[in-house]
């Protein structure tokens, strides 16, 4: 799986640890989300969806 | 209870528990094993010495399983976590039926038999577990 969840989260001018807590995950989570090397959950991706403002998960997560 | 879970990380590479993150929890670590070395050297009699250090170390035992099982993990560090935990477990198994088909060949052997009951009740345990855990599973999702 792709993401652009690293663009978007810049865009907002959050760090990693950040968006971490703010989704209740540990920062690694998010490494490996923004890598590509985990698939989430569907309630892990629309939180983080809706905690970047992003209207849609297709718009972070992309299936390869 | 006394010590906080966000003072320690799960143990991934050396076994199983928890070990410090903080200072906090080296303090705890410090804190829990400390008197037991204190208790030994004190001139208490008889089975006074005994007694105080198995209370505080039960003190410390229930709260550090308390410590673990209140653990924060996400999602990834639980599958994560589940996969390793069932690599350990079938490594176990396969030593456990080894040890036990290498005790029945050798009581055939000897013409004496002897497998160790702890083996057998491990194995029945671990099972019994399974099963249950499935049940569970299958009845909540």
């Known amino acids: 799986m792709r993401t652009h969840i690293e663009f978007f989260r810049k865009k907002l001018g959050l760090t990693q640890e950040e968006l971490a807590r703010r989704v209740n995950v540990a920062r690694q989570t998010i490494i490996s989300l923004e890598q590509g090397k985990y698939n989430p959950s569907l309630y892990l991706a629309f939180a983080v969806t809706k905690t970047l403002k992003k209207r849609y998960i297709e718009d972070l997560f992309e299936l390869e | 209870?006394?010590?906080?879970?966000?003072?320690?990380?799960?143990?991934?590479?050396?076994?199983?528990?928890?070990?410090?993150?903080?200072?906090?929890?080296?303090?705890?670590?410090?804190?829990?094993?400390?008197?037991?070395?204190?208790?030994?050297?004190?001139?208490?009699?008889?089975?006074?010495?005994?007694?105080?250090?198995?209370?505080?170390?039960?003190?410390?035992?229930?709260?550090?399983?308390?410590?673990?099982?209140?653990?924060?993990?996400?999602?990834?560090?639980?599958?994560?976590?589940?996969?390793?935990?069932?690599?350990?477990?079938?490594?176990?198994?396969?030593?456990?039926?080894?040890?036990?088909?290498?005790?029945?060949?050798?009581?055939s052997v000897l013409g004496k038999p002897r497998i160790d009951p702890i083996i057998l009740i491990a194995v029945i345990a671990g099972v019994i577990v399974k099963a249950v855990t499935n049940i569970y599973l299958d009845s909540r999702d």
Do not use: C
């Open chain 2, 1 to 107: 209870m006394l010590g906080k879970p966000e003072w320690f990380g799960p143990r991934k590479y050396t076994g199983w528990g928890a070990t410090p993150r903080t200072w906090q929890g080296w303090v705890y670590v410090l804190v829990a094993v400390a008197p037991l070395a204190l208790f030994g050297a004190l001139p208490l009699s008889g089975s006074t010495k005994p007694i105080l250090m198995g209370i505080w170390a039960a003190i410390f035992i229930v709260d550090f399983i308390d410590i673990i099982l209140r653990m924060q993990r996400d999602e990834r560090e639980r599958l994560h976590e589940a996969i390793a935990e069932r690599n350990a477990l079938w490594v176990i198994i396969v030593v456990l039926a080894v040890g036990i088909a290498y005790q029945a060949a050798q009581s």
